[in-house]
C-alpha cells in the first residue's frame, strides 16, 4: 500500500490563519471603558442611558461580556471578590450611573428598573446571564455599604416581582459569612418589606412557594437565633405575620412526614402497640399536630403495609385481617368526634381511590364500631349529612341498613331511659 507524500513546503512560507480561528483577547476592561464613556454622556438621563445601552449592543460584545455589564449597572464599575471595584487601567473606572448611584427611594427604584426591562427586552440571551450575576453579586453584600445593601435589596423585590430573576436567587444567602453578621436576614427582610409594600403579601407568599424558599426561611437566622419565638418576633415586627403562618405551615408539613416515616418504621419493625402510641402523641406534642390530622396519617400508613390482593372477593376478608391488628392504635386516636369523621372520610376517599375496595366500606366501618374506633352517633351523622361526594350513593346505599339498625337502637335505648 503506497504511503502518502506529503506535499513540498516553501522554507520561510507562512501559514495563513482563518479569520474565523482568530480569537479576539478578552478585555472586560476594555468593555468597561468603552462602557463608562457611553454612560457618562448619557448623564443622568435614564431614556439616553437606555437608548445608549440598545444601541451599544450592536457594537460591543454583550454576550461575551454581559457579567461585566451587569456589574457596571448596578455597582458602577467591575466587581472582584469581596464586593469592591476593580481599579486598574488608566482610565475611570467606575460611574454613579447605576444603581448604587440613584437615590433609595422606591420612585428612583422604579425609574432604574426600566433601564434593566428595557436592556433584557432588547438582547433576550442576557436574561439567563442576569440570573447567574445576581447569584454572584449577593454573595458579595458585605463588601457593600449598608445603603447600597438597601437599594439592591429593594431593587431584587422588584427584578423577582416582574420576573427578571427567579425567587431561588435569595437562596445563594445561606451562606455562613452572611447569616453570622445577620446581613443574608437584613437583606431577605429588606426584600419582604419591599414586595409586601409594592405588590402585597398574598404575591409573595406565592413567589416563596415557586422558588422552595418557604421551608428554608429559618436558615436565614444565625444558628444561636433560630427559635420559633424568635422567628415570629422579628417577622411580626416586620408586619409581615403572613410569612410566619407560611413557616408554621411548612414546618407542620414536615412533622407530619415526620410522623409518617417513623409509624412506617415502628410498623415495619412490628413494634408493640402502646410503644407506638406512646412515640406518636410525643411527636404530635411537640409539634402542635391535632388529632384528627393524626388519626388521618395512622390510617394511610397503616393501609400502606400490605400488598392488597387484586381479587374482588378476596381483598375484603384481607383488609379486615389487616385493620384488626391495629383497632386499637386507631382507637388512640379517635378520642373526638371530629377524628372518628376524619377517619371514616378517610375511608371513604381511600375505597373510593381503589375500586377492589368499593364494597369493603361498610365492613371496614362495622369492624371499627365493633372494636370502639368509631361510635354510633359519629356513624349517623356521617350518613345524614356529612359524608364526601366521593362515592356516595354506592356507600350511602351500603351503610343504610346498619344505619337503620344504629337508630332503631338508640330509639329503643332512649325510650328504656325514659320509663326508668
Known amino acids: 500500500m503506497s504511503q502518502k507524500i506529503e506535499k513540498p513546503v516553501l522554507s520561510g512560507q507562512r501559514i ?12 472586560p476592561q476594555g468593555f468597561r471603558d468603552s462602557v463608562l464613556l457611553g454612560l457618562d454622556k448619557a448623564g443622568t438621563d435614564l431614556e439616553a442611558v437606555s437608548k445608549y445601552l440598545d444601541t451599544a449592543g450592536s457594537k460591543l460584545d454583550y454576550r461575551r461580556y454581559g457579567e461585566a455589564l451587569f456589574d457596571i449597572l448596578i455597582a458602577g464599575g467591575l466587581l472582584v ?62 463588601g457593600f455599604s449598608e445603603s447600597d445593601r438597601r437599594k439592591l435589596a429593594r431593587m431584587t423585590a422588584l427584578w423577582i416581582s416582574n420576573g427578571s430573576v427567579p425567587p431561588s436567587v435569595l437562596l ?61 418576633a422579628v417577622f411580626d415586627e416586620k408586619g409581615l405575620a403572613d410569612i410566619v403562618k407560611l413557616h408554621k405551615a411548612q414546618a407542620n408539613l414536615g412533622a407530619k412526614r415526620d410522623l409518617q416515616l417513623q409509624l412506617e418504621e415502628q410498623l415495619q419493625e412490628g413494634r408493640q402497640i402502646k410503644d407506638m402510641v406512646m412515640d406518636i402523641k410525643d411527636l404530635a406534642t411537640r409539634n ?14 397503616i393501609m400502606s403495609q400490605a400488598e392488597w390482593n387484586k381479587k374482588e372477593e378476596l381483598v375484603a376478608e384481607q383488609a379486615l385481617k389487616h385493620l384488626k391488628q391495629y383497632t386499637l392504635l386507631l382507637a388512640s386516636f379517635t378520642t373526638a368526634a371530629r377524628s372518628e369523621l376524619a377517619l371514616m372520610l378517610k375511608v371513604q376517599e381511600f375505597c373510593y381511590g381503589n375500586m377492589i375496595f368499593m364494597k369493603v366500606f361498610q365492613k371496614i366501618i362495622l369492624l371499627f364500631y365493633k372494636t370502639d374506633v368509631l361510635s354510633e352517633e359519629v356513624i349517623i351523622k356521617w350518613y345524614k349529612e356529612d359524608h364526601s361526594s366521593k362515592g356516595k350513593m354506592l356507600f350511602l346505599e351500603q351503610m343504610k341498613k346498619f344505619v337503620d339498625w344504629l337508630q332503631s337502637a338508640e330509639e329503643e335505648s332512649d325510650e328504656e331511659e325514659e320509663e326508668d
Open 16 to 27: 495563513k490563519t482563518r479569520k474565523r480561528d482568530e480569537k479576539e483577547k478578552y478585555d
Open 81 to 142: 471578590p469581596g464586593g469592591s471595584i476593580a481599579m486598574e487601567g488608566d482610565k475611570p473606572c467606575k460611574t454613579e450611573c447605576c444603581l448604587f448611584g440613584v437615590s433609595e427611594d422606591m420612585e428612583s427604584m422604579h425609574n432604574y428598573e426600566q433601564v434593566f426591562i428595557k436592556l433584557m427586552r432588547r438582547y433576550k440571551y442576557l436574561e439567563k446571564m442576569f440570573e447567574e450575576e445576581m447569584k454572584k453579586v449577593l454573595v458579595f453584600i458585605k
Open 288 to 301: 402542635n399536630i391535632p388529632e384528627h390530622e393524626i388519626i388521618g396519617i395512622v390510617w394511610s400508613t
Open 172 to 232: 445563594v444567602l445561606i451562606n455562613e459569612h452572611l447569616i453570622k453578621d445577620n446581613l443574608a436576614l437584613d437583606f431577605l427582610l429588606e426584600v419582604f418589606v419591599t414586595w409586601k409594600s409594592e405588590k402585597g403579601l398574598s404575591s409573595l407568599v406565592t413567589a416563596l412557594k415557586r422558588g422552595g424558599l418557604e421551608g428554608k426561611l429559618m436558615e436565614f437566622f444565625p444558628p444561636n437565633k433560630r427559635t420559633e419565638e424568635h422567628f415570629k
